[in-house]
């Protein structure tokens, strides 16, 4: 059983940084596709930072280029958003979600690539 459970959302003033961490836990792929979607109040959620495991390819929402970075640690199964000089709106429910990927070719930030899905971590600008 697939397990995604993120932390590090809160509250922060305009211009401030939050790094989010996920820690998943059950996934038994050799090669898959981690990222982290985000869903503010009445929008639709989208993918913000997508990543490829192993190898580390990353793609991410045009919007958030040079704001916001995505990372892994494969020894302690964590995922991180690192997210700087956040605006107001950047508020919204974050989440971590996991999919099968063959191959880095496959990374994308589409909602149909990924079956698991974390609680969500809360953060306001």
């Known amino acids: 059983q697939v397990q995604l459970v993120e932390s590090g959302g809160g509250s922060v003033q305009a211009g401030g940084s939050l790094r989010l961490s996920c820690a998943a836990s059950?996934?038994?792929?050799?090669?898959?596709?981690m990222a982290w979607f985000r869903q503010a109040p009445g929008k639709e959620r989208e993918g913000v930072a997508a990543?490829?495991?192993?190898?580390?390819?990353?793609t991410y929402l045009d919007s958030v280029k040079g704001q916001f970075t995505i990372s892994q640690d494969n020894v302690n199964n964590m995922l991180y958003l690192q997210m700087n000089s956040l605006k107001p709106e950047d508020t919204a429910t974050y989440y971590c979600a996991a999919g099968f990927c063959r191959g880095s070719w496959e990374i994308g930030l589409s909602r149909s690539l990924y079956n698991y899905w974390g609680q969500g971590t809360q953060v306001t600008v």
């Open positions: 059950g996934y038994s792929y050799s090669t898959y596709c």
């Open positions: 990543i490829y495991i192993p190898g580390g390819r990353t």
